[in-house]
């Protein structure tokens, strides 16, 4: 059931001994969320925890920063920036039925949990828990200042994406003012990158394919590259990015081959194509211009063919 701002800032006054749970393959914006909601139910004198299926990256390591671990039974469950159950992750397996309150930014949200804030037209998931903080009467330190703001950047590419608001402006300029080390944050998300990473990258660069005249790139990273160079996961988010920056290209795929030999899709678009609508056809979704989905025990000839396919069909509507 979906509910208001209010309300779900409501459910969290009202619970303790929560638990924050955060998607796979954790990125800035729902750790980001978790990081900053967690430090405000504990300001606010709450039993609270943390739980993500993969372990943070250790370039997000500071959002958690003084953060003890509580050793304490969950009696409330809430998850940040996870748009349907199937991105909770082996690790999350027991919660899967057990959601209380969902805060989501995801138009393609499934609704799983028992009730659901969900503001698609949020750039990030970190604008809505800005908003739910706030309800709460939490102060914004510079540690959740830093949290929320490290979400807001990320999610939107630096603020380049067209998900971008004149709202996530403000609310960044008042994350700074709050004490945000916006610099220097934007400096490690955005401008440092091991050699590890940047050996990758040329690697799935040289083995980029373009089809349909060049408006789908195609790039493909086996875990065979990402172990011999000895790369985080966390370090791989940004190579989602780089086939949409080729002039004249509107579907930019990424596949990554994952350690459970799964292998997760990332797809970035732009108009008139709908990432989201593309995923939806193998079970994910996101937004309108990035969205990703997975397969099982499929080879990556087999998804590279059904991904092609159905972006085809998909350029060719939008010329109908």
Known sequence: ????????????LEADHILILSHQSPDGDTLGCAS???RGLRQLG???????????PKKFEYLFAGLEEQASSPVFVV???IADQQLFGAGLAEYLERVDLCIDHHGTNS????????????????????????????????EIADCLFTGLCTDTGCF??????????????????????????????????????????????????FHFDGQCAFMYIPRKLVDDFAVEEGELDGLAALPRQVEGVLAGVCVREKKDGSLK?????????NAARICEAFGGGGHNAAAGCAFQNCTIEEVKEKLLAEIQRHLEGCKS
């Open 36 to 38: 900053a909601l967690l």
């Open 160 to 209: 380049r994406y067209g998900n971008v608001t004149p709202r996530t402006h403000r609310m960044a300029a008042e994350l700074i003012e709050r004490g945000a080390q916006a610099a220097e944050i934007n400096r490690v998300m955005f401008d440092t990158k091991t050699r590890g990473r940047l050996e990758v990258e040329r690697c799935a660069l040289q083995g980029m394919s």
């Open 79 to 81: 998850s940040v920036d």
């Open 111 to 142: 609704r799983f949990a028992k009730e659901c804030y969900v503001e698609p037209g949020a750039a990030a998931a970190c604008e809505i828990v800005f908003l739910l903080l706030q309800e709460m009467k939490v102060e914004i330190t510079p």
């Open 1 to 12: 059931m979906d509910i208001t701002l209010h309300a779900a800032a409501q459910r969290l």
């Open 265 to 273: 899709v990332s797809l970035r678009t732009n108009a008139p194509l």
């Open 46 to 56: 709450k039993q609270a925890g943390f739980r993500c299926s993969d372990a943070v």
